[in-house]
């Protein structure tokens, strides 16, 4: 396949993933296993081999994240949002981000990689939001907003255009997952607060 063919293709699979995955609709994790695939075709061709390790393991949580939300699904097939607590929230950052540093070391020490030290960050952090997402976090969102900023402007300087203008997207679609899982985690309100 055509290399921007492949990109593009990438690029249309994700945004409809994310954006499946903003509603918590079930169909959002096997789109996403697709979308992985197709991008990691497409980060090998690059040279972003963090990029590449990076969808294996998204494979694998999103994977993970389907068992999950099924077994924790409503009668209705609505997915709960659960709060999460900050201790857990510093832990799973604080690895991320040791994850992130070693991972940037090796491929700075052990391959041709373009960015080594931006992509093996990026990657860690991302696998931390994948975590909360399948976790049922509304805080996956903040985090996807903040990574995909910074994706942006990663993949500008790879002359990733299509996959750039894609994180533009993402960054949308994350604020509107923000919002639609902050709503749907929202405490309902007290019963005297209803009757006033």
Known sequence: MNAAVLEWTAAIVSMAGV???????????????????????????????SDTLLQVAFGAFLV??????????????????????????????????????????????FTDAALPWLDALLAALSLVAQWWQARRHVATWWLWILVDVVYVGMYLVKSLHVTAALYLVFVGLAVMGLRAWSAAGAPAPSLAARHR
Do not use: N
């Open 19 to 49: 954006a499946l995955m903003g509603r918590r609709w079930m169909i959002a994790w096997p789109v996403g296993l697709l979308s992985v695939v197709l991008y990691a075709l497409v980060f090998i061709e690059a040279r972003l081999y």
């Open 64 to 109: 993970y994240g389907w068992i999950s939300w099924r077994r924790h699904a409503e009668e209705d097939g609505a997915i709960v949002i659960v709060p999460l607590r900050r201790r857990d929230a510093l832990r799973d950052l604080g690895i991320g981000v040791a994850f992130g540093i070693a991972l940037g070391a090796a491929m700075h020490t």
